[in-house]
Nanobody, 124 residues
Framework: QVQLVESGGGLVQAGGSLRLSCAAS??????MGWFRQAPGKEREFVAA????????GYADSVKGRFTISRDNAKNTVYLQMTSLKPEDTAVYYC???????????????????WGQGTQVTVSS
């Protein structure tokens, strides 16, 4: 079993930055990802990272503004968000796969474990 706890969300003005953290307990070495869900919308892919950290992928809407990284010694994945826009407002979820392969995954179907989510609100 893997437990995921997100932190770092909050209220920020447009153009600002936030860093989300996801602490994982239990088994590690999984590919992980961040997803988000805005009010009235489906949950969508944001970014993902392979278990080694060597491979990353991003949604087009965040490419160049967000950076995913991980520290396996701390069992923690990060999402550095810069140049935030009001449309980035959402609940952000951390997720972990149960696949032991050094790749990243942008489909929710790959993810077996989910955190409780952290709210990010960007004001205009």
């Amino acid at each position: 079993q893997v437990q995921l706890v997100e932190s770092g969300g909050g209220l920020v003005q447009a153009g600002g930055s936030l860093r989300l953290s996801c602490a994982a307990s239990g088994r590690s070495s999984y590919a992980m990802g961040w997803f988000r869900q805005a009010p009235g919308k489906e949950r969508e892919f944001v970014a993902a990272i392979s278990w080694s950290g060597g491979r990353t992928g991003y949604a087009d809407s965040v490419k160049g503004r967000f950076t995913i990284s991980r520290d396996n010694a701390k069992n923690t994945v990060y999402l550095q968000m810069t140049s935030l826009k009001p449309e980035d407002t959402a609940v952000y979820y951390c997720a972990a796969t149960s696949v032991y392969r050094d790749s990243y995954y942008d489909s929710q179907a790959w993810y077996a474990y989910w955190g409780q989510g952290t709210q990010v609100t960007v004001s205009s």
